[in-house]
């Protein structure tokens, strides 16, 4: 089976200084991982996505993730934090259940950008 | 422009009264699902559709129904709602694949709270 867990809840950072979101995954098989982002009062949108090329991944907004296999990880950063960056951040694996594909959301993170 | 589309966005509502929830998208997608999302849990699956008139259990469909009768439209109905159905809900939408893309197009989210 599948599962995902973020190991951080929520995470502060002062505008400018880096960001490392976390996100370990289980898979008995090579997973399709992806990272969602979701801003206050608003639906969730696809940020990135590592579906076995690249196991560096760029997104949207200058984040990016890289997928470790040896250390089951799947890392969200980005260089330089923005205040628009504040948002809370889903780490999601794709699983399958009973031959039916489904995404499965970790817990998510709260990043909080503070000037 | 792309979207999807749910209503009401907030509702406050007494346990017992049927209620339902909307969800149009106009992507012409084929597959659309309901998620709840709660504090510390992430978003967990209500219900899924991959086609018109096919609909199935996602991981939490106690207490919810859904019909499928067309490609626009996936209403959650509530029966007889009660407080443990507070919560986000959204409603999402794919062209299909989403084991491989992982990439939902969610609604903005309806807030239910069932006193």
């Known amino acids: 089976a599948q599962s995902v867990t973020q190991l951080d809840s929520h995470v502060s950072v002062s505008e400018g200084t880096p960001v490392l979101l976390r996100c370990n995954y289980s898979s008995s098989y090579s997973p399709s991982l992806f990272w969602y982002v979701q801003h206050p009062n608003k639906g969730l949108q696809l940020l990135l996505k590592y579906t076995s090329a690249a196991t560096l991944v760029k997104g949207i907004n200058g984040f990016e993730a890289e997928f470790k296999k040896s250390e089951t990880s799947f890392h969200l950063t980005k260089p330089s934090a923005h205040m628009s960056d504040a948002a809370e951040y889903f780490c999601?694996?794709?699983?399958?259940?009973?031959?039916?594909?489904?995404?499965?959301f970790g817990a998510g993170t709260r990043l909080a950008v503070h000037p | 422009e792309a979207q999807v589309t749910q209503n009401p966005r907030y509702l406050i509502t007494v346990t017992g009264k049927k209620l339902t929830v909307t969800c149009s998208q106009n992507?012409?997608?084929?597959?659309m699902s309901w998620y709840r999302q709660d504090p510390g849990l992430g978003l967990r699956q209500i219900y899924y559709?991959?086609?018109?008139?096919?609909?199935d259990k996602g991981d939490v469909p106690e207490g919810y129904k859904v019909s499928r009768k067309e490609k626009r439209n996936f209403p959650l109905i509530l029966e007889s709602p009660s407080p443990n159905q507070t919560s986000l809900y959204f409603c999402?939408?794919?062209?299909?694949?989403?084991?491989?893309?992982?990439?939902?197009?969610f609604g903005e989210g309806s807030r239910l709270t069932v006193l």
């Open positions: 999601v694996v794709s699983g399958s259940s009973g031959g039916y594909n489904k995404l499965i």
């Open positions: 999402a939408s794919s062209q299909s694949g989403i084991a491989n893309t992982g990439e939902l197009f």
């Open positions: 559709s991959m086609n018109v008139e096919v609909t």
């Open positions: 992507m012409n997608h084929e597959y």
